[in-house]
């Protein structure tokens, strides 16, 4: 049974939701607390800790939904909230997101996406649950395995293992959010971190829609794999969702958020980079393929995505590309000719 909080003051909502969802609440799929403001819903709270998700509206006396968000993100870090609000204006929005919320539904309430949205949040939620659980059990592993387990993990066949590679054929994508480093220079560091965030959930959700991979976020860029059929195509699908959705962002702190990507193909050394020493691996993809494509970045503009001419003989038949020109690499020997996808 998933726990739901409703922080609302208007009490037909209630009525509604209990409605709405009775066959699920019939069936003990949803149990819902009611709040009928902040500080009413932080009360329940303490009473109900095993609460998934909070649906919050804005305006609300006493506390208000936005004071609500920072207080959840101090007390209960792992539940997360749903804005349900008509105060649906792009301000409202970008504050509720700076402060922590999942998801923003409006006013007056489409059931069946709340529902949705729902879900969608009990989800994220139960995979940070999982998370956390693993790094406990792994932090206590060694207080309970066995000696003989725990001294094949300190092996050389273990070692060997861990360090074990291949070659494959795959995409490399590198997204950097253009001038970043200046607003970190300028603002918060909790408005810095949640900012990069939501700008990075943005493009994760993009590349796993196209069934690519996360490598590793450096600093403000993502480095992204795309394996299988198509997965040049994949990739450069992904590249341009997420073009258009941060261009179409409001500015935030007096910043526009931009990005540029560097995108190649071909083949590339997959396996667990690091130091077996140390425990610190990650499993990674290397090679020219991959250093190629994080230069294409370096050189693009903002907005641009680039491919090489290798890239573009694959795919010119199903994106729109303008030729750029030839362009000197890093540690290339040769310049080489360079395209830029525009849809």
């Known amino acids: 049974m998933r726990k739901i909080l409703v922080a609302d003051d208007e009490a037909d909502l209630e009525i509604l939701i209990r409605q709405k969802f009775r066959q699920k609440i019939r069936e003990q799929q949803y149990e819902f607390v009611f709040a009928i403001n902040g500080q009413d819903a932080l009360e329940k709270m303490q009473l109900h800790p095993d609460v998934s998700i909070v649906l919050s509206d804005i305006n609300m006396p006493e506390m208000d939904g936005l004071t609500l968000l920072t207080r959840l993100g101090e007390s209960n870090p792992l539940t997360k909230t749903v804005m349900v609000s008509a105060y649906g204006d792009m301000d409202n929005i970008r504050t509720a997101m700076n402060r922590g919320a999942f998801d923003f539904v409006t006013k007056p309430v489409n059931f069946e996406d709340l529902e949705l949205t729902m879900e969608k949040t009990i989800r994220h939620v139960d995979q940070m649950k999982e998370t956390l659980q693993a790094i406990k059990e792994n932090n206590i592993l060694k207080m309970y395995v066995d000696e003989n387990v725990l001294s094949f993990m300190g092996s050389r066949e273990y ?69 299988g059929p198509f997965h040049l195509d ?110």
């Open 159 to 227: 070692e060997a293992s861990l360090m074990a590679n291949e070659t494959v054929e795959a995409t490399v994508v590198f997204i950097d959010i253009c001038s970043f480093t200046a607003i970190s220079e300028t603002e918060k560091p909790d408005t810095v971190v949640s900012l990069l965030n939501t700008y990075f959930d943005l493009m994760v959700k993009e590349i796993i829609a196209q069934q690519g991979i996360i490598d590793k976020f450096i600093g403000d860029c993502v480095m992204a794999v795309f394996k």
């Open 234 to 343: 994949r990739a450069i699908d992904a590249s341009l969702a997420i073009r258009n959705t941060i261009d179409a962002l409001p500015a935030n702190n007096n910043f526009s958020p931009k990005v540029s990507i560097g995108i190649n193909s071909g083949e590339m050394i997959s396996g667990n980079i690091g130091s077996a020493t140390l425990r610190r691996l990650d499993y990674t993809v290397i090679g020219d393929t991959v250093n190629t494509a994080q230069r294409l970045q370096s050189i693009a503009t903002q907005g641009q995505i680039l491919i090489t001419e290798a890239c573009y003989e694959k795919v010119k038949q199903s994106f729109h590309c303008n030729k750029i020109g030839s362009a000197s690499l890093k540690n290339k020997a040769q310049e080489m000719m360079l395209y830029e996808v525009l849809n």
